[in-house]
């Protein structure tokens, strides 16, 4: 029996009364690799494109899907750095399909398939593939002071790296004058942190929505204004998410178990298949609730006493934190932690 509905060729997905041909998008920093089923019955083959990653690459291939005889498509990105973030927004605003997707997901789909090729144009096909097969779940591009506050949290997450290797180098620098340099530039990359948290605070400040969803944020034991920002930028719209098991696995901060049959009994995990920049969010803020909360507290000292170690604790708690984020600005009600205790004590 045919895997595709009646009427439909392989190769197109159909939505209401509208069909979509499957684009996929490999990404890099300077250009682009497109890939659309090709043939009559756009099966397993496909036809791609080589462009540049910018205005002019993106009107080139408008016309090429038009000289395809393509009217609407599906398109399907991975989500890698910020490269593909300007050619999203250009196919949305068209009134195209666009799927912005976890490369893991690609990866384990290709692999599935048991494809041995890898390369750009191979790369671009799987996105097709994976697009036609899954319908992915649609993207759309966050509020303009949403995309601006993450910009600056990104930048400040580099910076913050490159401030951490300086102060590494300079323990291990047994040389003078190279220390005084390296001391120099510690001391400049904290100034410039300092400058990008001011202006984080300041972006927040200024929108009242932004404003109103940080207040409920800080309203949570351990997150101040910057963590709320940082949170902020990478959420965009709790609206986004159904539930908040849904925003947990988007941070990779849901329990993974690796246990087979009677032998195997490995230890339960974070996934860490997300975002790495909001579950690095929730780290210090973990630390603070267990300082500062009693109920969280008393939550990591149950855990700790079941067996856990300090870390797989402070997992939990970040758990926790997202879930209590989800509640706080799904209800757009301040935290009260006096709600927590039960819920706390159940998932112990």
């Known amino acids: 029996m045919s895997q595709w509905p009646l009427n439909l060729e392989p190769g197109e997905i159909r939505m209401g009364e509208q069909i979509y041909i499957p684009l996929g998008i490999d990404i890099s920093k300077q250009t682009f690799d497109a890939a659309i089923p ?37 398109a399907c990105l991975e989500a890698t750095n910020i490269y593909g973030q300007d050619l999203a927004n250009f196919l949305y605003e068209r009134g195209e399909r666009v799927s912005i997707v976890n490369p893991a997901q690609v990866k384990g789909y290709a692999q599935s398939k048991l494809k041995r090729t890898k390369n750009d144009q191979a790369d671009a096909g799987i996105l097709s593939q994976f697009c036609r097969d899954l319908t992915p779940r649609l993207w759309k591009p966050s509020a303009t002071e949403v995309q601006k506050l993450q910009r600056i949290s990104r930048r400040r997450h580099a910076l913050q790296e490159m401030l951490t290797q300086e102060m590494n180098r300079l323990q291990l620098c047994r040389d003078a004058e ?11 990359l904290k100034q410039k942190i300092e400058q990008l948290n001011k202006l984080m605070t300041e972006l927040v400040k200024t929108h009242e929505y932004l404003a109103a ?20 930028a990478e959420v965009g719209s709790i609206q986004n998410f159904h539930s908040a098991r849904q925003l947990a696995a988007f941070a990779g901060l849901t329990p993974r178990e690796f246990t ?9 995990r974070l996934c ?39 870390m797989q604790a402070i997992g939990a ?19 009260d932690p006096n709600q927590l205790a039960p819920a706390v004590a159940d998932s112990a």
């Open 317 to 335: 708690v970040m758990h926790k934190l997202v879930r209590i984020v989800f509640g706080v600005l799904r209800h757009q009600a301040p935290f």
């Open 260 to 268: 087979s049959g009677t032998s195997v009994r490995g230890k339960t």
């Open 178 to 188: 190279l220390e005084v340099d390296i001391q120099d530039h510690i001391d400049f």
């Open 272 to 310: 860490k298949i997300g975002n790495s920049h909001l579950r690095t969010a929730f780290y210090f803020p973990a630390l603070s609730a267990i300082r500062k909360c009693p109920q969280i507290t008393a939550f990591r000292d149950r855990l700790i006493e079941r067996g856990k170690t300090k």
């Open 38 to 74: 090709m043939g009559e019955k756009r099966s397993k083959k496909f036809k791609t494109i080589k462009l540049s990653n910018d205005e002019e690459g993106f009107q080139q291939l408008v016309e090429w899907l038009k000289e395809n005889q393509v009217e609407q498509v599906h």
């Open 213 to 232: 969803q940080s207040e409920l944020l800080c309203s949570i034991d351990g997150i101040g204004e910057l963590s709320a920002s940082i949170i902020l």
